[in-house]
């Protein structure tokens, strides 16, 4: 007989399921929510402004506005992702907003310094000549059709390639010194090298004018200048290098002496091959230093408007001069050439930092 005691318990109930875990929020995500919070407060905001400008403050002009504007949205747009987001989130998006404004500023600072050069030198640059000729008995009044600024290339391209071909390896070597060798004399090169970073130009002129025109005798010429250009690189490029192989990881150099190698081959062989498209980097800065200085080439180098090929004899103009004399000369064609040379000037920058950039890449790498 079957009892009570011999009948199963019946199956308990299933356990109710677990919630899932709160996962925190990444900042990184966009809602809809958060895109309209930005369209809003950027929307919102440039309402406010444009009503306090047109009726009641007494303030004028565009960049007023654009601060103005730019303020009202970051209190408007705190205001609107603090309702329902937290602390984290609100400072999330204050940062990102003040971050990608001051980008943003700089980015169009820069476009509208290269519009507004091209757009000013445009008259100028269809014209072949402006390529093909110098000025050489071409007056200030002359038309566009006449005369050019060959001259003024090859006196850039002669003095920078003198100064490139002096102050890269002296500045890479300097480099190696202070964070290969290191020691005192090592930290008294540092402090001299970041201490020459902030000479200013007229300075490096002036002792350039002085050691080699003054005191040598050189006549004014491409030489001086190139020197001149070549105490202003010299510097950046020093600083730049220090810094990209202090980044080199030790490693690299323990492996290359545990292989056997003396640590000037591994410096040689390992560390600076693995920092080269970092090293184009540095070289990129001092061109960008020497390439637009005028006011040691003006000291130094004197100006011409014929051409000159040889730079240890005559006066050599440059780009840089050309403009700075076309732009005070008070002639509209001869400030319009400059704005042309100064384009020139802008493109020629471009092309060394990409052909720098090139010959720096690794082989089947990006540098």
Do not use: C
């Amino acid at each position: 007989m079957t009892t009570l005691l011999d009948i199963p318990p019946p199956p308990p109930p299933p356990a109710p399921p677990r919630p899932a875990p709160d996962r925190p929020r990444e900042l990184r995500t966009r809602t809809l929510d958060d895109r309209l919070s930005l369209a809003g407060a950027g929307a919102g905001s440039l309402a406010l402004v444009w009503i306090l400008y047109e009726w009641i403050l007494p303030l004028r002009g565009p960049i007023a506005f654009s601060i103005g504007w730019y303020v009202a949205f970051l209190a408007l747009y705190a205001a609107v992702t603090s309702v329902g987001n937290p602390r984290t989130v609100v400072t999330d998006r204050m940062a990102t907003a003040v971050v990608t404004g001051g980008a943003m500023l700089i980015g169009l600072v820069l476009v509208s310094a290269v519009l507004f050069t091209f757009i000013k030198g445009w008259p100028a640059l269809p014209h072949i000549n402006m390529y093909t000729d110098d000025m050489a008995g071409v007056r200030t009044q002359d038309p566009l059709s006449r005369g050019g600024v060959v001259h003024a290339i090859a006196g850039t391209l002669i003095e920078v390639g003198i100064a490139i071909v002096l102050a890269l390896p002296l500045g890479v070597g300097t480099a190696v010194f202070m964070v290969e060798v290191g020691g005192k004399f090592a930290r008294v090169v540092r402090t001299v090298v970041e201490a020459m970073t902030a000479l200013p130009s007229i300075v490096a002129g002036l002792f350039v004018y002085t050691v080699l025109i003054v005191s040598l005798h050189m006549e004014r010429s491409g030489f001086p200048a190139a020197m001149a250009l070549f105490v202003m690189g010299l510097p950046i490029i020093a600083r730049a290098a220090d810094v990209v192989l202090r980044v080199v990881p030790g490693g690299l150099r323990e492996a290359g002496m545990a292989l056997g190698a003396s640590h000037w081959r591994t410096v040689w062989h390992v560390v600076l091959p693995t920092a080269r498209p970092s090293l184009a980097t540095a070289l990129i800065l001092g061109i960008a230093r020497m390439v637009g200085e005028t006011s040691p080439v003006l000291l130094t180098s004197g100006a011409s408007t014929f051409f000159s090929g040889n730079p240890f004899s005559g006066a050599m103009n440059s780009l840089p001069l050309y403009v700075y004399f076309a732009v005070r000369s008070g002639q509209p064609l001869y400030i319009t050439r400059g704005y042309g040379a100064a384009s020139i000037l802008l493109m020629l920058v471009l092309l060394m930092f990409v052909t720098a950039r090139r010959l720096a890449r690794r082989k089947g790498g990006r540098p």
